[in-house]
Antibody, heavy 118, light 108 residues
Framework: QVHLVESGGGVVQPGGSLRLSCAASGFTLSSYGMHWVRQAPGNGLEWVAF????????YYADSVKGRFTISRDNSKNTQYLQMNSLRAEDTAVYYC???????????WGQGTLVTVSS | EIVLTQSPATLSLSPGERATLSCRASQSVGSYLAWYQQKPGQAPRLLIY???KRATGIPARFSGSGSGTDFTLTISSLEPEDFAVYYC??????????FGGGTKVEIK
């Protein structure tokens, strides 16, 4: 059974950094593209970043480009989201999601809350 | 960037009724559109992909239709567990992948 478990969320001051992790089980991470999607409190869904199955390509939303970095360690079945220069508008639940056909999301984690506040 | 507009924002219906949700794209997305269901405090769940294909384990009362710029998600007879927020998402032209703003299906 596919499971995705995010961790690393918390409260951080504006300008600070945080690293999220997503532990995958029940499938071979190296066979799938993976995404991060976020949802600000009371708002809709926003795609954040994508990494190909082998980590050879990365794509980002304009709102995070240059500040966030997606990466993966297939040997550990884990993907990451390094978030730097955090802003109040980055406050959201961050979901890890498996790519289906690259760019639909067929499995999601439970999410981890990131709060950027002084 | 392709903008997806969902309507209505809120749909008030009773169990057993038919729900019809709309998603309109700012430009053609072919058939590269998906629908997700999200309940409070939960992650979204993939319902429909490629406009009309049901994802694994999704009941037959959920169906999708449309192509180009106009899409519809239909729930033929609402069950109590179907009251939730529904999002459409396109993958025709990305990055970025984009979502609609959501339709909340609430109990009347």
């Amino acid at each position: 059974q596919v499971h995705l478990v995010e961790s690393g969320g918390g409260v951080v001051q504006p300008g600070g950094s945080l690293r999220l992790s997503c532990a995958a089980s029940g499938f071979t991470l190296s066979s799938y593209g993976m995404h991060w999607v976020r949802q600000a409190p009371g708002n809709g869904l926003e795609w954040v970043a994508f990494t190909r199955y082998d980590g050879s390509n990365e794509y980002y939303a304009d709102s995070v480009k240059g500040r966030f970095t997606i990466s993966r360690d297939n040997s550990k079945n884990t993907q990451y989201l390094q978030m730097n220069s955090l802003r109040a508008e980055d406050t959201a639940v961050y979901y890890c999601a498996r790519g289906s056909g690259l760019s639909y999301f067929d499995y999601w984690g439970q999410g981890t809350l990131v709060t950027v506040s002084s | 960037e392709i903008v997806l507009t969902q309507s209505p924002a809120t749909l008030s219906l009773s169990p057993g009724e038919r729900a019809t949700l709309s998603c309109r794209a700012s430009q053609s997305v072919g058939s590269y559109l998906a629908w997700y269901q999200q309940k409070p405090g939960q992650a979204p769940r993939l319902l429909i992909y490629d406009a009309s294909k049901r994802a694994t384990g999704i009941p037959a009362r959920f169906s999708g239709s449309g192509s180009g710029t106009d899409f519809t998600l239909t729930i033929s007879s609402l069950e109590p567990e179907d009251f939730a927020v529904y999002y459409c998402q396109q993958r025709y032209n990305w990055p970025p992948l984009t979502f609609g703003g959501g339709t909340k299906v609430e109990i009347k």
